[in-house]
């Protein structure tokens, strides 16, 4: 296996690590060690579990601050928006995290649903790893840059609200209906599927949404309903 340029990761995020192993840990997922045994050194997943207790307190204290006139409730979902899988794994993707990972061969070949938790994962132990080496500030300064910039795109198109929840209230308000979801397609294979869900007032539907779940794609329809009916 060719050898990783981690230097060169460095320089990508500008941060110089004083310890280099810590580095390539929060880089190695546990299939890698599974598959070459002999190799020091441990895979991210406690710099994971740190790294995600430091984003949760950056994301936090930003909200807090960028917010005043927000509850509690929506501070909370838009930081469930901002530290999310999805959002996490976008931003691994700027950095070029994929082209950095320690993975097994079988990981490697899977690009689907689950190599976007694998690179939030990483990126929660890059965080972690910088935290430990670098200190908070840095790790801080890292997260300012490249996730909070996010936040903007994520309020202005409400992609932190339960959208399924509020379609469904307003539709119970409105015409007195629950709206029902039903799966109108699935492509691609059984890692990388791809759903696309239709939302129904009764029987006639109201829009579509597609998505990595069903989950995702109901809350996309839910979302195009609210546009739809100009219930937003």
């Not at 500008?14 to 280099?20: H, I, M, Q, R, V």
């Amino acid at each position: 296996m060719k050898e990783k340029d981690f230097a060169e990761f460095e320089r990508l995020i500008g941060a110089e690590f004083k310890d280099k192993d810590l580095l390539k840990q929060a880089l190695t997922h546990r299939s890698f060690l599974n598959e070459n045994k002999n190799l020091n050194g441990g895979h991210n997943e406690r710099l994971e579990f740190l790294g995600d207790a430091v984003l949760e307190l950056v994301i936090t204290d930003y909200l807090y601050n960028k917010y005043p006139d927000k509850n509690e409730g929506d501070l909370t979902s838009i930081r469930s928006a901002l530290v999310n899988a999805q959002t996490c794994a976008e931003v691994a993707r700027k950095i070029e995290v994929n082209d950095y990972l320690l993975l097994s061969r079988g990981e490697t070949k899977d690009v689907g649903r689950a190599r976007q938790y694998i690179l939030a994962n990483a990126l929660e132990a890059i965080i972690g790893a910088v935290y430990i080496d670098l200190g908070y500030e840095k790790a801080k300064n890292f997260i300012l840059k490249y996730i909070t910039p996010m936040t903007e795109q994520i309020v202005k198109d409400e992609l932190w609200v339960d959208a399924k929840s509020k379609f469904q209230e307003k539709a119970q308000d409105v015409v007195g209906i629950t709206p029902s979801y039903k799966t109108m397609k699935e492509i691609g294979p059984d890692h990388d599927k791809k759903f696309t869900v239709g939302v129904f007032i009764g029987n006639d539907m109201i829009a579509e949404g597609s998505g990595d779940s069903k989950q995702d794609a109901e809350q996309s329809a839910a979302r195009e309903a609210l546009k739809e009916k100009g219930w937003g």
